[in-house]
């Protein structure tokens, strides 16, 4: 009788080949196929199979058609790795039925800055798979005040294009869980982030010098922003995601460094806030910069119970240091929120505080319904300029 695991490689296989006849140019053939357990690795959470699931990476980059990594059910202790292009293969798929495992040492991999992390890459599909970075030991050095290594990231994707993410869940990760930079043509969807609302830096999905990057039907649960959104970011659609614990969705923070590349043409709708810090969020440092924000949609959105709903802050200066008495130099312009409801954990359930050497312009507010208990919600506004439309609650300040 076949194995669970040998049915679900079937059904993966499957899978893979009417995407390839729906979404490649490549012709419809059996790919390649190398099962990490076939190389070497040892299914037991403790063995160091790093080995054998680079030596499955080096034959699957190096196949001349379609290829296959395979990880069966069974947990993988894997050290930081790097799965690197080019590849001769521009079709390589990653099907993960079972656990990547990073040692509970946050030393082995806390200096690495990524546990895995996949460059110069073109047309990858990831299936599946946990990535269990086991990071509770790194937060606690950090809460310690101790002298910590900085961290690990989850998963990267690095200066890479056509990159497919499906059922993908990122565990309890030393920093941030998923990082996508300078990469092209990237869809993440039916990704689970988890970690703890304490746990800090611990980013859900962190997209930077990117474009044409789609995050759909998520769940984010972790200790900073459920979704964050640096410079050079652009033609981002976000929809369906549910975020809580976490600080919301947040533009920023940008601005750190003068010259900084801006972030436009982003949609984040159909999103569901739950007991976090923020909502929408747009934030900049209180610095000097060329960076810029325009072209932004945030449409129907849920907020239960959520600090700040909406918010622009430019006032962002953590410690007080290198940034006080300081505006910032972020030119913020064309940013619509459309029929935003729930419930406001604060008084002030929409803040625009913008630079006041550039001050936000082209804001439009329709049909926002914010409450805060039984009391009246308020809006804050410094220089901020737009309209507002529709049913409004607070009233708008703009």
Request: hydrophobic share 35%; with cysteine; net charge positive.
């Amino acid at each position: 009788m076949a194995s669970r695991s040998t049915y679900s490689f079937l059904s993966l296989t499957l899978i893979t080949l009417t995407y390839v006849a729906l979404c490649s140019p490549l012709p419809v053939t059996f790919a390649a196929q190398y099962n990490v357990v076939s190389l070497g690795a040892v299914a037991d959470g403790k063995t160091d199979s790093s080995k054998a699931f680079l030596d499955a990476w080096a034959s699957a980059c190096s196949s001349s058609g379609p290829s296959t990594v395979y990880v069966p059910m069974g947990s993988f202790y894997v050290k930081a790795a790097a799965f690197n292009g080019p590849c001769k293969s521009n079709f390589i798929t990653f099907m993960i039925d079972g656990t990547l495992l990073a040692s509970s040492n946050y030393g082995m991999i806390g200096n690495s800055a990524n546990w895995i992390i996949f460059r110069h890459v073109t047309g990858l599909n990831v299936y599946g798979g946990t990535f269990n970075g086991q990071g509770s030991g790194l937060w606690a050095c950090k809460k310690s005040g101790k002298s910590c290594p900085g961290g690990a990231t989850n998963i990267q994707f690095s200066n890479s294009k056509d990159i497919f993410v499906s059922g993908l869940s990122s565990v309890n990760s030393q920093t941030f869980h998923i990082v996508v930079n300078g990469c092209q043509n990237v869809t993440l969807q039916g990704v689970q982030v988890t970690a703890s609302g304490a746990s800090p830096n611990t980013d859900g999905i962190h997209v930077s010098q990117s474009t044409s990057v789609t995050i759909l039907n998520s769940r984010i649960g972790t200790g900073d922003d459920c979704v964050s959104i640096g410079p050079g970011a652009s033609n981002l659609w976000i929809e369906n995601v549910a975020c809580g614990p976490g600080h919301g969705i947040s533009i920023g923070s940008l601005g750190q460094n003068s010259q900084e590349a801006g972030v436009q043409n982003v949609t984040v709708k159909t999103v569901t806030f739950t007991g976090t810090q923020n909502g929408l969020r747009i934030k900049s440092w209180a610095r000097p910069s060329n960076g810029f924000v325009r072209n932004i949609l945030f449409q129907h959105a849920v907020m239960n119970n959520v600090q700040n709903p909406i918010i622009i802050d430019q006032h962002y200066c953590p410690g007080n240091v290198g940034c006080p008495t300081q505006a910032s130099g972020i030119k913020i312009s064309d940013v619509t929120y459309q029929d935003i409801q729930g419930t406001s954990a604060t008084a002030v359930a929409v803040k625009f505080d913008c630079s006041s050497m550039n001050p936000c312009t082209g804001i439009k507010l329709q049909d926002v319904k914010l409450t805060y208990g039984s009391q009246v919600a308020q809006a804050s506004c410094a220089h901020a300029g737009g309209m507002a439309s529709g049913f409004m609650q607070p009233s708008s300040c703009l």
